[in-house]
């Protein structure tokens, strides 16, 4: 009888929902509440109050503005309320594939070589319409003698017209700050890290670098995007956006800021800021704009020819049975819409689904541990473990940050246990001999599911930096596709096939031994790496 009971509750709360169409945000609430009558009571005895209000405190999720239409794929998932805040394009599955490793991710760029194209482009007969466009980060790109700059500017005084290099300096380096901050230790006040791969209509989305290791023994995540002009089209103008605010390398190494623009650290910081969220913005605005308006033409458009006739005529692409939803976090520019979609879906994973969450830097933000440790879905977080982290064996202050975050996991651990979450939220260290790990990004399984339905891919580390100083982005992948749902499990199948269970006995090791010196220094420097 109690048990029918709780069961009957959500469904009376559900019911009200539907009468509270104009009311998302007290409409979420109460599907919140919901949710919360069915979860274990001995759990929740054992819970801090303030873990009990995580999934409250957490943004709504944000309402679908427009209702569903039986012409279209619409309302056919139930992540579809991110496209109230990026473009939303629809594909078939078979444009998307997943890659596993370095080798893979070093093959697909080589086939689309940079330099060979460039040099074929030049020798062409006719003038050749051959842009290219990278942008760096200044502090990491300017690092040392022979540099991102230096590899670069032969290609930029070979190619003056057809190359253009930007490189993003964040407006919080600046001043005294900037003059007293050595090389490379100035890289942890802001960065782009974006990690996105352009090459006409199609798009490499990681979290990896160009350098060496990248491409033989380092992990990492990659998924390619072929023949999608849309999406291109999309990065290609986010990429144009950022290098409109970043600095202009020219050929004689100097650098200097697009006409007309704010400079970022010489110039006022609160106009240089707003003049980069609007340029920003205006990218993403008008992608969902443009979206929109491709998917009314398509769909509910009366003076179209009708699906039969267009499909003849070769105009007709397949339905879409994958959608990606760019997500962009430049909290600088008071961007934060990866953030928000992260902790919405974090808040509303039900119970029993599955969330599988990776990063090579274990620092989740508060925000991101209260909604793991406060809410229902099972987690299983795959981490670096000390030997595989990329800073293993660095000379000086460096070699002690993965000391550090063995630190910061112990704390986490502890936790967890403390709370008795132990079945539900369970720590894996990945390790691999001679190699290092850098994957990043979440998979979700929906309850009773095997295979994930979502994913997020790109440069986010779920950490401080990545919400608060750099600059990130990274792709939502919602899918139906069974075989690319079956990519995506494999993907992270090979991942945490290399990982062993994180327990009491895991910090007992010699090799997670943490000085005392670097458990005192954490709590003051962790928002910095």
Known sequence: MAAAAAAAGPVFWRRLLGLLPGRPGLAALLGRLSDRLGRNRDRRRRRPPWLLLAPLLSPAVPHVTSPPCCLCPEGVHRFQWIRN????????????????????????????????????????????????????????????????????????????????????????????????????????????????????????????????????????????????????????????????????????????????????????????????????????????????????????????????????????????????YPLIQMKPFEIQIDEIVTETLLTEAERGAKVYLTTGYFNLTQAYMDLVLGTRAEYQILLASPEVNGFFGAKGVAGAIPAAYVHIERQFYSEVCSLGQQERVQLQEYWRRGWTFHAKGLWLYLAGSSLPCLTLIGSPNFGYRSVHRDLEAQIAIVTESRALQQQLHQEQEQLYLRSGVVSSATFEQPSRQVKLWVKMVTPLIKNFF
């Open 85 to 324: 805040l990026v473009p939303e394009f629809g594909v078939s599955s078979s444009h998307v594939r997943v890659l596993s490793s370095p080798a893979e991710f070093f093959e697909l760029m080589k086939v689309n070589c940079l330099e060979s194209t460039l040099e074929k482009s030049l020798q062409a007969k006719f003038p050749s319409d051959l842009r290219v466009s990278i942008l760096l980060d200044f502090t990491r790109g300017s690092r040392g003698r022979k540099n991102s700059r230096t590899m670069l500017l032969p290609l930029l005084q070979r190619f003056p017209e057809q190359v253009r290099v930007s490189l993003f300096h964040t407006p919080n380096l600046r001043g005294l700050l900037r003059l007293l901050i050595p090389e490379r230790f100035n890289e942890t006040i802001g960065l782009q890290h974006i990690k996105v791969y352009l090459f006409d209509n199609s798009v490499i989305l990681s979290g990896a670098n160009l350098s060496d290791s990248y491409f033989t023994n380092r992990q990492d995540r990659y998924v390619f995007l072929q023949d999608c002009p849309e999406i291109a089209d999309f990065f290609t103008e986010l990429v144009d956006a950022v290098g409109d605010v970043s600095l202009q390398l020219r050929g004689d190494d100097t650098v200097q800021v697009v006409e007309g623009m704010v400079h970022p650290y010489k110039g006022d910081r609160a106009a240089y800021c707003k003049a980069a969220n609007k340029r920003v913005m205006d990218v993403i605005n008008s992608a969902r704009t443009r979206q929109q308006m491709l998917h009314a033409q398509t769909f509910h458009s009366n003076s179209l020819l009708t699906q039969e006739d267009a499909a003849a005529a070769g105009d007709r692409r397949p339905a879409p049975d994958t959608w990606i």
